[in-house]
């Protein structure tokens, strides 16, 4: 941690702190990755990061708001509920941390986004460096884009990254237009 206070007990808790049971077949890292599809790599950099959204939690003095990704780390964490509400909170955060959904609605999706901004701001307050915008965007995508993501099963359905088929398409029209030329100029 290179905040303000490197010396912190509740981040050393945090940094050496390992979540699910150790030797596990399935470790709660390679969970994480298979089931969001993220590189086991990633998983990891993610893991990094809720742990300092619970520093913050615990220590910001004002109600914060992960991540999508954070938050993904938080609810596969929530179903390790013995590590979570027996080890975790007691042990290495020293109190309790509710996760509260949104009751939705136009106010609650204002106040999030706030509080999300608020949240990153503490980060760098906290940590002396701007989240990882590949985990952390900032509050538009977070309240704009996020939100309409769905969880489904690759073996149900076929999933084409947009990007790929933007640029594949754009590769196919660009080939019809050269063929239509050349047809046009041998007729």
């Known amino acids: 941690m290179t905040g303000r206070d490197p010396q912190n007990a509740l981040w050393d808790r945090l940094s050496r ?3 699910g049971p150790q030797g596990a077949s399935l470790s709660f890292a390679a969970r994480l990755a298979r089931e969001n599809r993220w590189s086991d790599e990633h998983a990891e950099l993610v893991i ?3 742990k300092r959204f619970c520093y913050l939690a615990m220590t910001a003095g004002r109600e914060v708001t992960p991540s999508d990704a954070v938050d993904q780390v938080w609810h596969l964490h929530l179903t ?8 975790f909170c007691p042990n290495i955060l020293g109190s309790d941390l509710h996760h509260g959904p949104t009751a939705g609605g136009s106010v609650e999706k204002s106040r999030y986004y706030d509080q999300y901004a608020e949240t990153l701001a503490a980060y760098e307050a906290a940590f002396d460096a701007s989240p990882p915008p590949d985990i952390w965007p900032d509050a538009a995508r977070r309240f704009g884009v996020d939100p309409k993501g ?3 099963n690759p073996k149900d359905v076929m999933i084409l990254d947009r990007r ?5 398409a754009a590769g196919w ?3 019809g237009i050269v063929i239509a030329v050349l047809i ?3 007729v």
Do not use: M, P
């Open 164 to 168: 790929v088929a933007i640029i594949g």
């Open 184 to 186: 046009g100029v041998i």
């Open 80 to 87: 390790y509920s013995r590590d979570y509400w027996q080890e």
């Open 150 to 152: 769905l969880r489904v």
């Open 17 to 19: 702190y390992e979540i």
């Open 48 to 50: 990094e990061e809720y």
């Open 173 to 175: 029209i660009a080939l």
